[in-house]
């Protein structure tokens, strides 16, 4: 069993999670340690669902409204383009 990492990204409407292509978004850390809900610049792969993007982690969708999506989608990061500096050296 494996554990997935867990992220929310805020978006004015689902077409800006593009499937099927590398796209840039903002994504909060939900994961416990140093850096939950620390925002972080990424390029990354995403989906409608876990099915569609095997191994993925879990991405928490909300609008900017504040409201949720019902489901969340799958996330595979490929490359940090921001990254949250650390509190300790």
Not at 3 to 28: C, G, P, Q, W
Not at 38 to 64: E, H, T
Request: glycine share 4%; charged share 25%; aromatic share 10%.
């Amino acid at each position: 069993m494996t554990s997935h990492r867990e992220y929310l990204t805020f978006v004015k409407n689902l077409e800006e999670l593009a499937e099927d292509r590398l796209i840039e978004l903002m994504i909060a850390d939900l994961n416990p340690g140093l850096h939950k809900y620390c925002y972080k610049r990424v390029r990354a792969r995403v989906a409608s669902s876990a099915d569609k993007l095997p191994g993925a982690d879990i991405l928490w969708v909300r609008y900017y409204s504040g409201n949720p999506h019902p489901q969340p989608y799958a996330i595979k990061v490929e490359d940090y383009l921001l990254l949250v500096q650390s509190k300790h050296p």
